[in-house]
């Protein structure tokens, strides 16, 4: 047996995180921590959903169904690392850390 000792490398921290989080009708704003302002669509957002039901029909070759109209109803903090959107149409499995959210 060899001295060296193995390192696990673990990704990084978010170096930006969301200082304000409100959802305006078919809309959900984001103000990062440093300064950038984003709106999204809520309809954008629901078909983005990363949760295994979602993925799944993904690689069945289907997108998710999102309904006309599409809100927000609630959004729950998932730790200091991610958010869990429920949707009007009754979905509310989908986490979405705060580095994917950056990239829509």
């Known amino acids: ?7 696990l ?3 990084a921290e ?5 200082v304000d989080i409100a959802v305006r009708d078919d809309k959900l704003r984001i103000v990062w921590d440093d300064g950038r302002d984003v709106l999204l669509s809520v309809a954008a957002l629901r078909s983005a959903c990363r949760c295994a039901f979602c993925e799944r029909d993904r690689r069945n070759g289907q ?5 006309a ?15 869990n ?6 979905h509310e499995r989908g986490i979405y850390p705060w580095e994917f959210l950056r990239k829509l």
């Open 69 to 83: 109209g599409i809100r927000i109803t609630e959004i729950r903090l998932v730790a200091d690392k991610a958010m």
């Open 1 to 7: 047996m060899s001295g060296a000792v193995q390192r």
């Open 14 to 18: 978010p170096t930006s995180h969301p």
């Open 85 to 90: 959107p429920v949707f009007s149409d009754g």
């Open 63 to 67: 997108e998710p169904v999102v309904e």
């Open 9 to 11: 490398q673990y990704p």
